[in-house]
């Protein structure tokens, strides 16, 4: 008897996740370059820096990864604690 295999989806190939990433990194890089062509209102000087806002992700995701995984330590329960 032959085993039936379910049809691959999109992100199952390793050769679409490549490309998709590569895609994302062009769109990153453009959105950089963009800052520099686009007029921006600016309200704090500190927005003159160049890349500000793609800086200011980049460290704001950073922190957020590693604030949790600090509270992972005194969040973190048992795999059967609704079992109980």
């Given at each position: 008897?032959?085993?039936?295999?379910?049809?691959?989806?999109?992100?199952?190939?390793?050769?679409?996740?490549?490309?998709?990433?590569?895609?994302?990194?062009?769109?990153?890089?453009l959105l950089v370059v963009a800052d520099f062509i686009v007029h921006r209102h600016i309200y704090h000087s500190w927005e003159n820096i160049p890349a500000?806002?793609?800086?200011?992700?980049?460290?704001?995701?950073?922190?957020?990864?590693?604030?949790?995984?600090?509270?992972?330590?005194?969040?973190?329960?048992?795999?059967?604690?609704?079992?109980?």
């Amino acid at each position: 008897m032959a085993e039936q295999h379910e049809p691959q989806g999109f992100f199952d190939k390793p050769e679409n996740i490549s490309k998709m990433l590569k895609v994302f990194y062009v769109v990153c890089a453009l959105l950089v370059v963009a800052d520099f062509i686009v007029h921006r209102h600016i309200y704090h000087s500190w927005e003159n820096i160049p890349a500000f806002y793609a800086i200011y992700g980049f460290v704001g995701c950073s922190l957020l990864v590693f604030i949790a995984k600090w509270m992972r330590t005194f969040l973190m329960r048992e795999e059967d604690y609704y079992d109980k």
